[in-house]
C-alpha cells in the first residue's frame, strides 16, 4: 500500500521503494507517534513530492522572486494599493503579482510550481477578495 501510493507520486519503482523505505525509517525514529500507519503516509507523501519538486526542479512560491516587482510604480496601481497587496501572505503576494501584474496565466503559474491549476486560481481569487474587502473598508 505504501509503495503503490509513492509509485503513484514518483512513477517509479525505485524511488517509490526509497521513499517508502526513508518514510518508515522517519516514522520508526520519531518519538511519541499516536497512529504510526497515518504518520508514516504523511511522511511519505511529503517527501515523494519533495523528490518530485527536485526532479521536476519545479519552483516553490516561496522560491519566487518578486520582491523588485513590489517596488515597482511603473503599473497603474496606486501606492495605497501596492501597500496591500504587499500586506498579503507570500504565496498569495507572488501569484498575484506574476498573474496580474506580469500577466502569466494561471496554467503558465502551475506549471512554474507544480501546484494544480485549480489551486492557483483558489489562491488567486482568495487574494482578490481579501483586496477588495480592504479597499471596501476604506
Known amino acids: ?72 510604480t511603473d503599473h497603474h496601481f496606486s501606492d495605497h494599493l501596492w501597500h496591500l497587496v504587499n500586506s498579503l501572505p507570500e504565496d498569495m503576494r507572488a501569484l498575484l503579482i506574476m498573474h496580474d501584474v506580469d500577466d502569466y496565466s494561471t496554467t503558465q503559474l502551475a506549471q512554474l510550481t507544480g501546484m494544480s491549476t485549480s489551486y492557483i486560481r483558489k489562491k488567486l481569487q482568495k487574494a482578490h477578495k481579501i483586496l477588495k474587502n480592504q479597499l471596501l473598508e476604506e
Do not use: G, H, W
Open 1 to 72: 500500500d505504501f509503495f503503490d501510493r509513492a509509485y503513484f507520486i514518483l512513477r517509479s519503482s525505485d524511488d517509490a521503494a526509497d521513499m517508502v523505505q526513508e518514510a518508515m525509517a522517519v516514522t520508526m525514529s520519531a518519538p511519541f507517534v499516536n497512529d504510526p500507519i497515518t504518520y508514516c503516509n504523511s511522511v511519505l507523501r511529503r517527501l515523494s513530492f519533495t523528490t518530485l519538486r527536485r526532479k521536476r526542479q519545479i519552483m516553490r512560491i516561496e522560491d519566487l522572486d518578486v520582491s523588485s516587482l513590489a517596488d515597482r
